[in-house]
């Protein structure tokens, strides 16, 4: 059965099949479109760091053929064989891409698709469309990544720029006046583990079911004739040279002391005497300046440059007659060439350019991808920091009766709806962020500690029992469903293993799965307070349940 993907959606590929030999149909065309349809294997930093693992016209297949591009069958405009069990370590990501040969915008395709083929069963489709898409001349598709276990993620990211762009985006390089190999000509035959032509002979295991109807003609893939194509490289460039700064030569004696006098001269500072010697109007303590060489002449008063008319020694600044620009009227020295430019310096601060629909940009910011999927996104009010695209913001209520509950229980949640197309990114008073995939579970967080979520998830407030405790009971939300969470916390949590000797302030406590049993264990007592000494920790939180369960404790208390 073939399970449906719409854009952002993620899935374990073990749900979806037992076998490891893939087959990935991709069609994507249009009037008068020409598409170059790669497959990228991107190391953890989700670089290409080994260029032998862009697997595009060129370059059909990785070096153990755990990823071989078979060309056109089946109905689908290219196709690849991905085999996970031969995937060496190294590579932890495999980004499917389709990028414009030429003029024209993804906006202009009709309807696509990405399938995924096991056992000669197709068992997962992410469609898409070119009303999706604006300008952009590239797309990504969707990709297999490595999270404890190969997981599949329905991407659907408009790129900007073609094939050479998608390749420096991910870290590659294209050599120039490179002459272009011959292409494969093993694409003309179908391969033995491709699906036949006609529906007469079953599809093998690993192979594209046979097409229903007629094959529809696939776009001509494929560089144009007689125009030199430039294999890709992984060489990063070469570091630019930061030690060209002059020598400045030191004096040899240590800091803060003067060098010894020969014997009947005075040392620069001091009178004949021995005695510190003062500049007139000055501090006590400062020296007076040493007089110059005979036929030069005397330095300004101060002792701050060369006299006026005359040019600074190398290395040392001029005199900056007052009220003149910066430099006495003269141009700042620029830096030769070799130091650091300030696109070597920011470089770090990119936009992080995964393509999923929910991106950490650093520990304490994170950015949402809105797609046309019907999924909007509720985050806390005024946790926008940045937004590029047509994105609307509007007031999500919770209505009467979550006012209510929400005042009674101290888990009333302010939020707003951001919709549209765009890309939204959100932080609080510098708090660290940690998105958490929600797969038909659920999971029980404070409402302070909340700052967005899909909307697709369910929320409610839950209600722990407890005897002792102000009010008699706890109350935390709980969200179930499938999509994401953000949740938010003072300073970097730690993740705890649930096992019957668990307990936790429940001021530090932020989350934990709601499958775990809580109990509350409260010391609040008349003697605990009657006396001097107490140690403050009135109420704490014992949990328990099955292995797999766990609990979010953040280093401060609420």
Known sequence: MTREFQRGHKAKIGDLTAGTDLYVGVQIAGPGLTFDISCFGLDADERLSDDRYFVFFNQPKSP????????????????????????????????????LDGAGQVSQIGPGYLRIVAG?????????????????????????YLKDVWRFAAVGQ??????EAL??????????????????????????????????????????????????????????????????????????????????????????????????????????????QTVPGGFPGQQAPQAPPYGQPAPPPGGYGPPPGQ??????????????????????????????????????????PTGQRWTPQNSKLIRVDLGVDGQPVLARQGSMVLYQGKV???????????????????????LMRCTGQGQVFFAENSAHVHPIELQGDAICVSADSVLAFDESLQHEVRRIEGHGIPGGALFTMQFQGTGTLVVKTQGTPVVLPVTPTTFADANAIVAWSAASQVIISSQVSLRRHAFPGHSGETVNLQFRGAPGNFIVVQPYEV
Request: hydrophobic fraction near 35%; aromatic fraction near 8%; proline fraction near 18%.
């Open 392 to 414: 609307d913001f509007s007031y999500k209520g919770a209505g009467f009766r979550g006012r209510i509950v929400g005042n009674a229980t101290g888990q009333e949640m302010q």
């Open 158 to 163: 408009g790129f900007d720029g073609g094939l």
């Open 120 to 144: 000669g069963e197709e068992v997962a489709r992410y469609s898409f469309n070119g009303s999706e898409f604006s300008t952009e001349r590239a797309v990504m598709l969707g990709d297999f």
């Open 311 to 352: 040019p600074a020694p190398y290395g040392q600044p001029g005199q900056q007659p007052p009220g003149a620009p910066y430099g006495g009227g003269q141009a700042p020295a620029v830096p030769q060439a070799g130091g650091p430019g300030l696109g070597v310096v920011l470089d770090k601060y990119k936009e992080a």
């Open 167 to 276: 390749l420096k985006n991910f870290g590659g390089e294209v050599a120039e006046e490179a002459e272009a190999p011959a292409p494969p000509t093993t694409a003309q035959g179908a391969p033995g583990f491709a699906p036949p032509p006609g529906a007469a002979a079953p599809a093998p295991s690993f192979g594209a079911p046979a097409a229903p109807a007629p094959q529809q003609p696939a776009p001509d893939f494929g560089p144009p004739q007689g125009a030199p194509q430039a294999p890709p490289a992984a060489h990063p460039p070469t570091a630019p040279q930061v030690h060209n700064a002059p020598t400045v030569a030191a004096p040899l004696a240590p800091p803060g002391q003067q060098p010894p006098a020969p014997p009947g001269q005075s040392v620069p500072g001091q009178d004949p005497y021995g005695r510190q």
């Open 64 to 99: 153990e053929e755990s990823v071989q591009l078979l060309g056109a069958q089946a109905g689908d405009s290219e196709s690849f064989r991905v085999t996970l069990d031969k995937i060496p370590p190294h590579i932890r990501k495999l980004s499917f891409t389709a990028a």
